[in-house]
């Protein structure tokens, strides 16, 4: 059973930084797709990047508005992947979610839906 939790979140200026863990256990494959996502409130959850880990490499990709700003590692020794989020803006307010799923063919990771396990999210709050 893959289980995901998320850590890191909290309240901060525009202009801060933050870096979001989320730890990662029972992964049952070596190539695999982790997503994160955030979710404003009223707004349905967003694709704010991905991490795609294969026999060929990793290939990452990020969301428009996250570009420049928003930059993913991991610690393969601890099963955890870091987003570390810079110049943050107050729209990047939002719960943000670490996500789980097997495939690692590259379709269509931008879509929540297509993720198999989530962690219960960790809120990021930033004032203006």
């Known amino acids: 059973q893959v289980q995901l939790v998320e850590s890191g979140g909290g309240l901060v200026q525009a202009g801060d930084s933050l870096r979001l863990s989320c730890a990662a256990s029972?992964?049952?494959?070596?190539?695999?797709?982790m997503g994160w996502f955030g979710q404003a409130p009223g707004k349905e959850r967003e694709f704010v990047l991905a991490?795609?880990?294969?026999?060929?490499?990793?290939?990452?990709y990020y969301a428009d508005s996250v570009k420049g700003r928003f930059t993913i590692s991991r610690d393969d020794v601890k099963n955890t992947m870091y987003v570390q989020m810079n110049s943050l803006k107050f729209e990047d307010t939002a719960v943000y979610y670490c996500?789980?799923?097997?495939?690692?063919?590259?379709?269509?990771?931008?879509?929540?839906?297509?993720?198999?396990?989530w962690g219960q999210g960790t809120q990021v709050t930033v004032s203006s």
């Open positions: 996500a789980f799923r097997a495939d690692y063919s590259g379709t269509y990771y931008y879509s929540p839906n297509n993720y198999d396990y």
């Open positions: 029972g992964l049952p494959f070596s190539s695999y797709t």
């Open positions: 991490d795609i880990i294969s026999w060929s490499g990793e290939r990452t």
